[in-house]
């Protein structure tokens, strides 16, 4: 039912739900949160096959460090277990690892793990995958705007220069395609953050599924959909007819 020749070039998830589902089974946070990296693998491995280009994953935002101590240690934890676990089959299905977000504030052994696992998978010629760590919207924002005012400053932009490249180039996706595909698990219906300048005009998804259980057939739904859209960019049906 995918049309191969209609995907997403960008796909951002944001992963949402491993508390709840593990309340939901009468288990703590911790247990969601184990249990997430499993999604996280089908995820990857099916966008890999698929062949998306970009795959972005919501991984830790500024907010998360307001939880409680022992779950963002938990979490810190498991992406480095999940980084040497999963490092020899990005290797293999020729994924390439990046990252978005001030990961200098990361634990620095994470911060360790994570800069090996990206130099040793760069020179992979298959998706990319970027994880946002420290990430969010906001803070990226403000930045770009702190840099871009500093070199108006001194002259080395001028004010008239200013315009959406540039902004872009100061952004931590500089790199990167605007995002075609905004999927969120778990039934929440809002952004929290994520990406709000490179999704001005993704298509968004939301699912009922909390994040453990979505599973590949769950990412083909969110494909499905996307296909069955229009995408105006701000043009008349007419206008896409006749182009």
Do not use: C
Not at 8 to 14: D, E, Q
Not at 72 to 92: F, Q, Y
């Amino acid at each position: 039912m995918i049309d191969q020749s209609n995907l997403p070039k960008h796909i951002a998830i944001i992963m949402d739900g491993n508390g709840r589902w593990a309340q939901s089974q009468g288990k703590n946070r911790l247990f969601g949160h184990r249990n997430g990296t499993e999604a996280v693998h089908k995820v990857v491995e099916a966008a890999a096959k698929m062949q998306i280009e970009h795959l972005t994953l919501y991984a830790f935002s500024t907010e998360n460090w307001n939880r409680p101590k022992l779950e963002v240690s938990t979490l810190m934890d498991l992406l480095i277990k999940a980084l040497r676990r999963e490092l020899n089959k990005m290797i293999k299905n020729n994924i390439q690892l990046r990252s978005i977000g001030d990961i200098s504030k990361l634990p620095a052994e994470v911060e360790k793990e994570l800069q090996e696992t990206i130099h040793k998978t760069s020179h992979n010629t298959g998706m990319i995958l970027t994880l946002a760590l420290n990430y969010g919207a906001r803070q990226e924002l403000t930045q770009a705007v702190q840099q871009i005012a500093a070199k108006v400053k001194n002259n080395i932009i001028s004010l008239e220069n200013v315009d959406e490249t540039i902004i872009n180039e100061h952004l931590y996706t500089q790199n990167l395609p605007a995002v075609d595909l905004l999927i969120r698990t778990s039934g929440e219906q809002r952004i929290s953050n994520f990406l709000l300048w490179q999704i001005a005009y993704a298509e968004l998804y939301f699912s009922e599924v909390f994040w453990p259980d979505f599973n590949e057939r769950h990412f083909e739904d969110a494909i499905i959909s996307y296909q069955k859209r229009e995408r105006r960019f701000g043009k008349t049906s007419e206008q896409l007819t006749h182009s």
